[in-house]
């Protein structure tokens, strides 16, 4: 099985900081990736898709980028309504698993 | 407007059953692969099983294998879970999710999810 692993589980973060999450793969996946922000007693939200698409709608200060065993999800000026939690998630060969989750909260 | 809206959650006894209804609206829902991922209180994502446009192919997590079955009505647009033997740690919200297709990868993330139906499974 794939192995997801997060980094960091919390990260403490103020309005207007770049904010950088990494996530590891336990073998390679090349860019099936997909991250997630969710907020509390909410559905997930896909944000990007092969490690870098944005998805429709999202703002254009979220990135993502990474291949193999290695990415993360950039944002590049944090906003209020970004105070969430973050996942990775690998489909490759027909695999589906999530990373342990990132949450970002207010400094 | 995609909508996914999951039914049937609620208290259950361990080794009782269940059966989550996810009822698809605003896309041609035999187009795509579905699926369901569950949350525990307080823990992360879990995919759970997921389904081919036509039923011919389906995938669990290893934890649920033999007790649950997830099955489709493309007529009635809709998705199902049928959960058998459950266990105090099948016990979370459970999302009905639409699966994106990468013609590289096969059915993929999840583009579109639902609002959750609470599963809890105790005496």
């Known amino acids: 099985d794939i192995q997801m692993t997060q980094s960091p589980s919390t990260l403490s973060a103020s309005v207007g900081d770049r904010v950088t999450i990494t996530c590891r793969a336990s073998?390679?996946?090349?860019?099936?990736l997909a991250w997630y922000q969710q907020k509390p007693g909410k559905a997930p939200k896909l944000l990007i898709y092969?490690?870098?698409s944005l998805e429709s709608g999202v703002p254009s200060r979220f990135s993502g980028s990474g291949s193999g065993t290695e990415f993360t999800l950039t944002i590049s000026s944090l906003q209020p309504d970004d105070f969430a939690t973050y996942y990775c998630?690998?489909?490759?060969?027909?695999?589906?698993?999530f990373g342990q989750g990132t949450k970002v909260e207010i400094k | 407007e995609v909508q996914l809206v999951e039914s049937g959650g609620g208290l259950v006894q361990p080794g009782g059953s269940l059966r989550l209804s996810c009822a698809a609206s605003?896309?041609?829902?035999?187009?795509?692969?579905m699926s369901w991922v569950r949350q525990a209180p307080g823990k992360g994502l879990e995919w759970v099983a997921n389904?081919?446009?036509?039923?011919?192919?389906?995938y669990y997590v290893d934890s649920v294998k033999g007790r649950f079955t997830i099955s489709r009505d493309n007529a009635k647009n809709s998705l199902y879970l049928q959960m058998n033997s459950l266990r105090a740690e099948d016990t979370a919200v459970y999302y009905c999710?639409?699966?994106?297709?990468?013609?590289?990868?096969?059915?993929?993330?999840?583009?579109?999810w639902g609002q959750g139906t609470l599963v809890t499974v105790s005496s």
């Open positions: 605003g896309f041609t829902f035999s187009s795509y692969w």
């Open positions: 073998q390679s996946i090349s860019s099936w």
């Open positions: 999710a639409r699966m994106y297709y990468d013609f590289w990868s096969g059915p993929g993330c999840f583009d579109y």
């Open positions: 998630q690998q489909y490759n060969s027909y695999t589906w698993t």
């Open positions: 092969k490690a870098s």
């Open positions: 389904i081919k446009q036509d039923g011919s192919e389906k």
